[in-house]
């Protein structure tokens, strides 16, 4: 029988709270979107920096406490095109958006091996972790993205701004760095087996 982490079980039941919380949250302000709309540049800011906080977060806790990647079905994370995909995200300076990362909210070294420790299992939990990541970002990518356009055809063109370039920079940037590590960890993973099974 499998011992029962408490640490872990605390650590899912305050997740799962926090999510709740925030899909509370994020419901208000998408209800009330109609009457959040301003003209004024510092409202919109931080109104938009709110309804990205609160969707993204509502989102991450959740991936964090429960394996919500699984939601979408294989075929999704596969990358048809990795070169395509590696040569646009570097037009796009991708390379630029992880340092500013790894110097930032990634300068935990702890942090970095919680995701690789250096052996092959270690890829595949890399390649599952990035897979939860993704995810994590891709539905409030969607719902942001709908939200600024929602204030576009109402005519609040700095809500629509600023909500969709915080939307690109806290998900889209994420979620295109989690295909850029599939697509450079996948054919490595393929290599070592190919070399393990020449061996047996």
Do not use: C
Not at 107 to 116: E, G, I, V
Not at 125 to 149: R, T, V, Y
């Amino acid at each position: 029988m499998k011992r029962i982490n408490l640490r872990d079980l605390l650590r899912k039941g305050l997740l799962t709270f926090g999510s709740i919380f925030l899909i509370y949250r994020s419901g208000d302000l998408v209800m009330g979107w109609n009457k959040a709309q301003t003209h004024d540049s510092v409202e919109a800011l931080i109104i938009s920096f709110l309804a990205n906080l609160f969707i993204l977060g509502a989102f991450a806790f959740a991936g964090f406490a429960w394996p919500t990647y699984q939601l979408l079905p294989e075929k999704y994370y596969k990358i048809k095109n990795p070169h395509g995909l590696v040569s646009f995200s570097r037009k796009i300076g991708i390379g630029i958006y992880q340092k500013f990362l790894l110097n930032t909210f990634w300068r935990n070294k702890d942090q970095l091996r919680a995701y690789f420790n250096g052996t092959k299992s270690g890829i595949n939990h890399w390649i599952m972790e990035s897979k939860k990541a993704e995810f994590g970002h891709l539905i409030p990518f969607i719902l942001l993205f709908l939200l600024s356009i929602w204030s576009a055809l109402l005519g609040f063109w700095k809500m629509a701004f600023f909500n969709q370039t915080l939307n690109v920079l806290a998900n889209f940037y994420p979620i295109l760095l989690q295909r850029n590590h599939r697509a450079r960890l996948i054919p490595i993973l393929k290599r070592i087996k190919g070399s393990t099974n020449n061996l047996v």
